[in-house]
């Protein structure tokens, strides 16, 4: 008897990725090389793959040789690698969501020093990751990035919360914790002021919509299966909040990055198995995985 495994259906690359990936093998077929500037997406696998094919990742722009295009991924670069790059063809892959993003918090910025006042931005996001540092850039680091809710306490002591306050959050980030965070921040000022912050309080949806999905049908998911193999990138951190979320709701998750990784003594013969991801995990992943599931 085959074993029932199934690939979750919303699983696979991003829009923002596939569009990134999508414009360097279309440059790759009329060249031998193409150097990203980090990781085009955050999987081995596929970075494997697309390296055979002439695609290799730089630190910085300084490190891509003289009259070499230069890929900016998906996440997007502050303005100052624009302007060090200036020389250069740029072949910029960042997602139109990341932009969008970028552009409402530098018109945020602008209203919230409208007139010498001292609001604050904050930005709900990993600190150090590239997308943070190019929503940062947009500002001249004049924001504030917390990461998590056990940060909040620290920095709303460098916060006037007599003072306007405006909130992002990075594209990738969990609408629950986003909430659970600007919820207390709402508590925070209405504490100081003894009133609740009404309109000094602005709270910006900017968890892209295709993560925010994921959230919810992922949950779905996994608890339809007996198992759940959650195949990501060690240095995803959006595949590692996923792989959490999985986990939380069927604790017989188990995460890897590729098939090589399947240890058999996870199953009983009688388990359905979903087999799910990472928004930077190639669907041709899933499906090589799925095929070894059944053979186990
Ligand atoms: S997660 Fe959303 S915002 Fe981020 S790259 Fe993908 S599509 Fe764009």
Redesign the pocket.
Known sequence: MTRRVEIDPKAGF????IRAIGKAEAFLESSSKLFSLGAIVHNEAELDRLAAKGLSSVKSVSEVPEGEPILIR??GEPPATYAEAASREIIDCT?P??LQLQKRIREAHTRLREGGRHGTLVIFGKIGHAEVLGLLGQVDGDAIVVEDKGMLEEALRGIDLNEKVEVFSQ??KSPADYKELCDAIAEAMEKVRGVPPGSDLVINDTI?S??ASRYSSLKEFALSHDAIVFVSGASSSNGKVLFELCRKVNPRTFRIGSSAEIDPSWFRPEDSIGVSGA?STPKWLLEEVAENLKGI
């Open positions: 991003c829009g923002g990725v998906a996440h997602c969501v990341v594209t990738t892209c295709q993560v928004t």
